[in-house]
């Protein structure tokens, strides 16, 4: 079995898919800057590395204590909302340092001890593919993201290596409960309100489980699909259909 390197692997989404591929028989290496909540996922198959995929420093001592990857997933992501008359220049760089140059740091130290056959995965997001009210950084991010994968699908076919995305609608994770938090603040709403309000974007009336993110990454590293490059896995109920 591969080694497989997932960052912001601590949590939600990440801590999914590093279940589901240890328990599958891969060495698995989570990444993420708090020790902690690392380590509540850690064990057995799973090896814990703290650093933030925004320091090019950090992420080069991730991959060098990692060891070579056959799966490298960028999952690490952040967001915020605010109207766009209000986005600071602060708020705008946390978005693209985490977002997008995580994914880039990520990919390009991956791909540098990345032998043939081997798989590139961004974890996404819908805005990915369309833009979002009070979202436009974080949208810009994800953008630049599938501008990334991509392109650099076409740089790696010849050495059988993929690039791919997965673009999944709001997910059922700690990232969500914070915008839930977010649109009780600022409209009053309760929290059943403020789930119903996220959760009816989607035609199915729900959440996107992380179980469905981590069945798309598993799908994507297998065998099964060696000819899927440059694409966006969507999962988001038909939102964007």
């Given at each position: 079995?591969?080694?497989?390197?997932?960052?912001?692997?601590?949590?939600?989404?990440?801590?999914?898919?590093?279940?589901?591929?240890?328990?599958?028989?891969?060495?698995?290496?989570?990444?993420?800057?708090?020790?902690?909540?690392?380590?509540?996922?850690?064990?057995?198959?799973?090896?814990?590395?703290?650093?933030?995929?925004?320091?090019?420093?950090?992420?080069?001592?991730?991959?060098?204590?990692?060891?070579?990857?056959?799966?490298?997933?960028?999952?690490?992501?952040?967001?915020?909302?605010?109207?766009?008359?209000?986005?600071?220049l602060d708020h705008w760089n946390r978005m693209i340092a985490t977002n997008l140059t995580g994914v880039f740091l990520t990919f390009q130290h991956g791909l540098a001890?990345?032998?043939?056959?081997?798989?590139?995965?961004?974890?996404?997001?819908?805005?990915?593919?369309?833009?979002?009210?009070?979202?436009?950084?974080?949208?810009?991010?994800?953008?630049?993201?599938?501008?990334?994968?991509?392109?650099?699908?076409?740089?790696?076919?010849?050495?059988?290596?993929?690039?791919?995305?997965?673009?999944?609608?709001?997910?059922?994770?700690?990232?969500?409960?914070?915008?839930?938090?977010?649109?009780?603040?600022?409209?009053?709403?309760?929290?059943?309100?403020?789930?119903?309000?996220?959760?009816?974007?989607?035609?199915?009336?729900?959440?996107?489980?992380?179980?469905?993110?981590?069945?798309?990454?598993?799908?994507?590293?297998?065998?099964?699909?060696?000819?899927?490059?440059?694409?966006?896995?969507?999962?988001?109920?038909?939102?964007?259909?």
């Amino acid at each position: 079995m591969s080694r497989v390197l997932i960052t912001g692997g601590g949590t939600g989404t990440g801590a999914d898919m590093a279940r589901a591929f240890a328990a599958s028989g891969h060495e698995v290496v989570i990444t993420g800057r708090n020790r902690d909540t690392l380590d509540r996922v850690a064990g057995g198959n799973i090896r814990a590395i703290t650093g933030d995929v925004s320091n090019p420093d950090q992420i080069a001592a991730i991959f060098a204590e990692a060891g070579p990857c056959q799966i490298v997933i960028a999952n690490a992501g952040v967001a915020e909302a605010a109207p766009f008359a209000k986005v600071t220049l602060d708020h705008w760089n946390r978005m693209i340092a985490t977002n997008l140059t995580g994914v880039f740091l990520t990919f390009q130290h991956g791909l540098a001890q990345m032998a043939e056959g081997g798989r590139l995965i961004a974890i996404c997001s819908i805005t990915g593919i369309r833009g979002a009210a009070y979202a436009a950084p974080y949208a810009a991010s994800k953008h630049g993201v599938m501008g990334l994968v991509r392109s650099l699908a076409h740089e790696v076919a010849k050495k059988g290596i993929t690039a791919n995305a997965i673009c999944p609608g709001y997910l059922d994770t700690e990232m969500t409960g914070r915008s839930i938090a977010n649109v009780m603040e600022k409209t009053g709403r309760s929290r059943d309100q403020a789930i119903a309000a996220l959760a009816g974007r989607n035609p199915q009336g729900r959440l996107i489980a992380p179980a469905e993110v981590t069945a798309a990454a598993m799908w994507l590293a297998s065998d099964a699909a060696c000819s899927v490059n440059g694409q966006a896995i969507v999962l988001d109920g038909g939102e964007s259909a």
